[in-house]
């Protein structure tokens, strides 16, 4: 304890100089805009960097696992090419776009995640240089995996599904009864369905999706299946427990949905909002 | 620190202050250069005063500026800076039979020379540490190393010059 004292006494000056430092550096990012954000990117860079590299090193241990993955991916994909195609000739032949919503994917690898805090934060290896924006839905192979928040010039940090903050807009897949998905905080695995009236016919077991009706995620994105099923006394809605269909504690991969005619949607629903 | 010291800091720092930011603040050399001259403050402290003292009073100095220039901290920290250099510097350009007198540094003592050097040789620093903060990025380095090099010669000369200001109001008295 002496010792710690006659150190700090010794560097009295350098240990001072530190912590204003500190205190200044925190009027700065306090007063000026442009000076939080610069502080903000480099320590992204900084930290995107470091995971970047550690990421890295790790990856030649996963190469064959991950090649298996992208060929089933590839295989899905081709499949729905072909129906995007089909769907794009028949639009050409009616000049209607009715039946078509216009998404393209941006593939992106997970080189930060965490799934056992209540507020949970992803970081990706893509950024503003490869058209990611705040507020775009992220999907893998298997399900959902969250929304993006703020990009800096090569790497995006993002909601994690496992986030308070976030909502999913969801339906029941054998029908078209829709709600909201939002995870409770506790399991990992598990996220929450509610706003599902209870006159509808559930089972154990039925697929949960995207509804579609947000514009961050496209329809038919599986989210996960039907887990458990309560239904409280004097409640009018079911509260119905998800098992997720994508392992947040296990992804890779991720796609970034870059809807096109996102901006088309949302000018129209907020001029709902405001009548 | 006496009395008469106390007094003479107060003085200087207020001096310092409504020079700064009544005249030298409106010079815009090329719209971009304007002189500082309350490094002096921090300058011209006795030699022997503590460590932290300096700091602390490059804090204080470079609040009180920054505030009527709309940037705060950014004065503060580069203040914090050159309190937290100025005895190294002063080490490394210590006269021959180190300093005679452990007060105010004095051109009758030291010799101008000393003080071109030691004056360049600070708020280098001190200007390197102050447009690094301001602009806060790399790019366009070379514009910021232009600034820092012209501010410096300019801050210098008003410093000089302030300096026979002050040490000859100080002989006058005598």
Redesign the interface.
């Given at each position: 304890m002496n010792k710690i004292l006659l150190l700090l006494i010794r560097y009295?000056?350098?240990i001072?100089?530190v912590l204003?430092?500190f205190?200044?550096?925190?009027?700065?990012?306090i007063?000026?805009n442009?000076?939080l954000v610069?502080?903000l990117n480099s320590s992204n860079f900084i930290s995107g960097s470091l995971y970047n590299i550690s990421n890295n090193t790790g990856d030649y241990f996963k190469l064959s696992k991950i090649n298996d993955s992208l060929a089933v991916e590839n295989a899905r994909l081709m499949t729905q090419a072909k129906n995007v195609y089909f769907k794009n000739e028949f639009i050409l032949k009616t000049q209607t776009n009715n039946y078509q919503q216009v998404y393209t994917f941006i593939e992106s690898k997970v080189i930060n995640n965490s799934t056992t805090k209540f507020n949970n934060y992803i970081t990706l290896n893509k950024g503003n240089s490869d058209h990611i924006k705040p507020n775009m839905g992220i999907i893998s192979s298997k399900g959902i995996i969250g929304i993006t928040k703020s990009c800096s010039d090569k790497f995006t940090s993002a909601y994690s599904l496992l986030h308070q903050d976030i909502k999913i807009s969801a339906k029941l897949k054998n029908s078209n009864y829709f709600g909201t998905i939002s995870w409770q905080g506790h399991d990992p695995n598990v996220v929450s369905l509610s706003e599902i009236p209870k006159h509808v016919i559930l089972n154990i077991g039925d697929i949960v999706e995207t509804s579609g009706y947000s514009a961050l995620f496209p329809k038919g994105i599986k989210i996960g299946v039907i887990k458990d099923i309560k239904l409280l006394q004097g409640e009018s809605y079911y509260d119905i427990d998800v098992a997720l269909a994508e392992d947040l504690n296990n992804i890779d991969y991720v796609y970034i949905v870059n809807y096109l005619m996102k901006d088309e949607q949302i000018n129209l629903e907020r001029a709902n909002d405001d009548q | 620190m006496t009395t008469n010291n106390n007094i003479r800091n107060l003085f200087l720092f207020v001096l310092l202050v409504l020079i700064q930011i009544l005249f030298l603040d409106n010079i815009n050399i090329h719209g971009t250069l304007n002189p500082f001259i309350y490094p002096l403050f921090i300058l011209l402290l006795p030699i022997n005063t503590v460590?932290?003292q300096s700091?602390?009073a490059g804090?204080l100095i470079g609040f009180v500026v920054g505030v009527f220039d709309?940037?705060?901290?950014?004065h503060?920290?580069s203040g914090?800076?050159l309190?937290?250099i100025r005895?190294f510097v002063l080490n490394l350009i210590k006269p021959k039979g180190g300093y005679k007198d452990d007060s105010i540094p004095k051109i009758k003592e030291l010799g101008l020379l000393w003080f071109i050097v030691y004056f360049s040789l600070t708020l280098l620093l001190h200007h390197t540490f102050l447009f690094f903060?301001e602009i806060?990025?790399v790019n366009n380095i070379s514009y910021t190393f232009a600034k820092i090099i012209l501010s410096t010669i300019f801050s210098l000369l008003c410093s000089i010059l302030a300096l026979y200001l002050f040490s000859s109001n100080s002989t006058k008295n005598k």
């Open positions: 009295n000056g350098f001072l100089f204003l430092e205190l200044c550096a925190y009027i700065i990012s007063n000026s442009y000076h610069s502080l | 460590h932290w700091i602390v804090f709309s940037s705060p901290g950014i503060a920290a914090v800076f309190g937290f005895p903060t806060a990025s």
